[in-house]
């Protein structure tokens, strides 16, 4: 009743944000046994508080290219929930982005980042512009102008934004200059910056690692591991390339990743360093891996990755990517667990036939929280001027993960759907952002 009642008043403001709607939809279905047991929160409507952003903000972005012709990208940046901590979440640079996009990805920001126990809260941004195809000196001018306008809402105690698809090092590097310039100081205003200015080791690996450890918490409950498991890992750009590197530090095999042109499939196990070289290095394709690997195939259709036999899957591209079929595919192929790098990357229906199944499954807002978790940690050190090192930094990202999977299986727990990690992660991480609300009064 609740849900159908919040679901229309969304529909009916929002019309066209389908992945808004969708991620709102999750969240409120999880926590009706919450609200059921705290009246206060229906009393102080929480809930349709917390779906409307405190400020959402778009802009133009005009720049030109490298033969003077003029182009306007729009930019955005929602600010979504300041309960816990200044605003935190990712820039998404891909021509998909659009508002409803960019407002379902900051609505599970606050409660990923609730989840890490770290004082931030939740927004994110982006542009539909494709740094795919563009040189070095076209990607900064629109950097350069996209943070014309951004830098004057954004600070180190308000917004940190950090990156996300298409947003990596070098947009990161361009996006803080333009800052330092406007501002004319020298903040930790951005997270996932170069190591000799600001930025934190072990974050350019965080999301990866972070995954796999929850995965790794996952299987602990079944006392098993990674160990001989063959792994499906899709997409090759950041999260997808550390999540392999971990995998394989851990034991088991990644056997297939892809990009939005196709898959590979290599039984062997991936060569690492060849994917490294082929996309942080070249940005080429995935298909070239196929071309200089004897033991891969390469299929132009990404989706078919679901098909490939496998032990545990970790989707690691893009919202939507599993759909029931493609998660009928892998629970029939004797997928055991799924672990989400990517944000949302199953579909409601994919979601609820891995739980029906009992596959051992991580949502997105838990499993991925390594990132953004690593991100806080990099403000930690840009406040106190220090640097960790990688195996403190990376101790830390490891017990993080342990305790948001105790976390969510406790929430799951005590509120009547043990082993429901999507119920676990939505309870756990609303709580503390619902209680805080109160505590800061009618704002
Ligand atoms: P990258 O840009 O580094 O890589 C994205 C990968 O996914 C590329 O291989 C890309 O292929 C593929 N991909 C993107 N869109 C599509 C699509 N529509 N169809 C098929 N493949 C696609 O991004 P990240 O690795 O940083 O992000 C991947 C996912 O992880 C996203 O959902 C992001 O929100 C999420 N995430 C990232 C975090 C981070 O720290 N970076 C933190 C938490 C979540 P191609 O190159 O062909 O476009």
């Known amino acids: 009743m609740l849900v159908d009642e919040i679901m229309a008043q969304v529909s009916q403001r929002d019309p066209n944000q389908p992945e808004f709607h969708q991620a709102v939809q999750e969240v409120v279905e999880s926590i009706v046994p919450v609200l059921e047991r705290h009246p206060e929160y229906r009393s102080q409507k929480i809930i349709q508080r917390i779906i409307e952003p405190e400020r959402a903000i778009q802009f133009r972005v005009p720049w030109s290219d490298d033969d003077g012709n003029i182009h306007v990208n729009r930019g955005f940046r929602v600010e979504f929930n300041s309960a816990l901590g200044p605003y935190k979440g990712g820039l998404r640079f891909h021509p998909s982005v659009n508002l409803s996009i960019i407002k379902f990805l900051g609505f599970e920001q606050i409660f990923k980042n609730s989840l890490t126990g770290t004082p931030i809260g939740g927004g994110k941004g982006g542009s539909d512009f494709d740094p795919k195809g563009k040189s070095d000196a076209e990607v900064m001018r629109f950097c350069q102008s996209f943070m014309g306008e951004l830098w004057r809402h954004i600070g180190p105690d308000t917004d940190v934004p950090a990156g996300d698809i298409g947003v990596g090092g070098r947009e990161i590097g361009y996006l803080f200059g333009m800052y330092k310039k406007n501002a004319n100081a020298f903040q930790g205003i951005l997270t996932g910056k170069g190591l000799d200015w600001g930025g934190s080791l072990v974050r350019t690996e965080a999301t990866g690692y972070g995954c796999t450890y929850f995965v790794n918490e996952m299987l602990k409950t079944k006392g098993d591991s990674f160990e001989g498991k063959n792994v499906l890992v899709s997409g090759s750009g950041n999260v997808a390339i550390y999540t392999i590197q971990k995998v394989h530090q851990l034991g088991g095999k990644c056997i297939a990743c892809s990009d939005s042109q196709g898959f590979v499939h290599d039984p062997e196990g991936l060569d690492l360093d060849l994917i490294q070289q082929i996309k942080e290095v070249e940005r080429g394709r995935i298909s070239e891996y196929a071309a200089k690997r004897p033991s891969a195939e390469f299929s132009p259709n990404w989706r078919d990755i679901w098909t490939v036999k496998c032990d545990i899957a970790m989707p690691s591209a893009t ?8 998660a009928q595919t892998l629970v029939d192929n004797g997928c055991m667990a799924v672990g989400e790098g990517a944000n949302m990357p199953s579909t409601p229906e994919a979601a609820e036939i891995f739980v029906n199944s009992g596959v051992l499954y991580g949502p997105a807002k838990a499993a991925n929280a390594g990132g953004v978790a690593t991100s806080a940690l990099e403000m930690s050190q840009n406040s106190q001027r220090l640097s960790w090192t990688f195996e403190e930094t990376d101790a830390r990202l490891h017990q993080i993960m342990i305790n948001i999977h105790a976390s969510c299986q406790k929430a799951a727990a005590d509120y ?28």
């Open 319 to 326: 919202q939507n990517e599993i759909d029931a079929n493609s």
């Open 416 to 443: 009547g759907s043990p082993g429901n990690l999507i119920h676990g992660a939505n309870i756990a991480g609303f709580l503390k952002v619902a209680n805080s609300m109160m505590a800061h009064g009618l704002i």
